[in-house]
């Protein structure tokens, strides 16, 4: 991949993404809270979010959903979200020299995957040390 695909895509994510570490409520056979870390790019222009779902599939290796929101005024919402941790791990790690923004975010998630990859699972304390 191309250093200006990589810098571009940080782009998209620094003014039209969202991330985060979220605490999840226990349901169904959960019986704890556990995290979930998401990915989110919007855009209104299918071409723009079309480049930037192939850039992120090629990167992680993965074939990613796009979601049509039509709303009832204004342009129509196109959406990639990206759940799958290996996946993000991969994006982030990949666009991260080239983000402004949000390079605090990416950070701090990063450190999370990159740690769970060491331990293979969550720690027993993770649900602690996000609320902070």
């Not at 226990?26 to 556990?34: A, E, I």
Request: hydrophobic fraction near 40%; charged fraction near 25%; include cysteine.
């Amino acid at each position: 991949m191309r250093e200006t695909d990589l810098a571009w895509l940080a782009g998209i994510v620094d003014g039209e993404g969202s991330m985060g570490i979220y605490r999840t409520k226990p349901t169904g056979r959960m019986k704890t809270h556990s995290i979930a870390i998401n990915l989110h790019i919007s855009n209104s222009d299918i071409k723009i979010i079309s480049y930037a779902r192939y850039l992120c599939e090629s990167i992680a290796e993965k074939p990613l959903t796009l979601n049509y929101y039509k709303r009832t005024k204004g342009f129509p919402e196109y959406k990639i979200s990206i759940h799958a941790q290996k996946a993000i791990l991969k994006i982030l790690s990949a666009i991260k020299p080239y983000l402004i923004g949000k390079t605090d975010q990416a950070e701090i998630i990063l450190s999370v995957l990159n740690n769970r990859v060491l331990w293979s699972k969550w720690p027993k304390d993770i649900c602690t040390v996000i609320e902070r």
